[in-house]
């Protein structure tokens, strides 16, 4: 497990090095400047030496069977890339949404016009992806999923409800304004999109994205 802490202002700092004295499979790394997201991640990446690459930001939980389950669907869809169902909580834990739908795959032109794939229920096999980084960009995630299925992979989703994506009120991915910003960016400056095509399914990704918040 590599923890890389942006640059945290609470306990995270005790909490992870007393963590990782007592288990030497936990690897805890300090950022000296914060970075944001992309820049946290990638330094995982890069610290990470397994096959298989899993994600979890800070403030979502994976149910105890969330791997082992995951897994056993990869080796048997033969994928290089997977997802998850997912229920949406509250800061404190006491409230709990709805599964949220997800499609059986996802193409690259399929994703363009979706927001399906969450973070936290993503694992990566690198054996088959061959060797990634990530882009310190608008929406570094879904720019990452975006270029693996433009090599040609799909994305698997498990039809299984295994992670909690915990709904902060003033976190950047709630800028519903800001987030349909980047996505547009995405598809100007790095997918290169022709504009009527870009509009195309930036309509479709508000749809689907609409349809999403509406379960909690």
């Given at each position: ?13 005790d ?100 927001t ?36 040609g ?8 409800d ?55």
């Amino acid at each position: 497990m590599i923890v890389v802490d942006d640059c945290s202002t609470d306990a995270t700092a005790d909490i992870l090095r007393s963590f990782a004295a007592g288990d030497s499979r936990i690897r805890y790394v300090r950022h000296s400047q914060n970075g944001g997201p992309a820049r946290a991640r990638d330094t995982a990446l890069k610290l990470a030496k397994g096959r298989f690459i899993a994600f979890v930001d800070s403030d979502d939980l994976w149910l105890p069977n969330k791997l082992e389950g995951q897994l056993a669907f990869m080796r048997e869809k033969d994928a290089a890339i997977s997802f998850t169902q997912f229920r949406r909580i509250n800061r404190d834990a006491t409230q709990c949404g709805g599964s949220i739908r997800i499609p059986p795959s996802l193409t690259y032109r399929q994703l363009l016009k979706n927001t399906a794939i969450t973070t936290s229920t993503v694992i990566l096999d690198r054996a088959k992806t061959g060797e990634f980084s990530i882009i310190n960009t608008y929406y570094d995630d879904y720019a990452l999923w975006l270029e693996l299925l433009r090599r040609g992979f799909v994305a698997h989703g498990l039809q299984e409800d295994l992670t909690r994506y915990r709904v902060v009120g003033r976190s950047v991915s709630r800028n519903k304004l800001r987030s349909a910003f980047w996505v547009w960016r995405i598809y100007r400056d790095i997918e290169k999109l022709n504009l009527p095509y870009a509009m195309w399914c930036f309509a479709n990704y508000t749809w689907h994205a609409t349809l999403k918040y509406r379960t909690f």
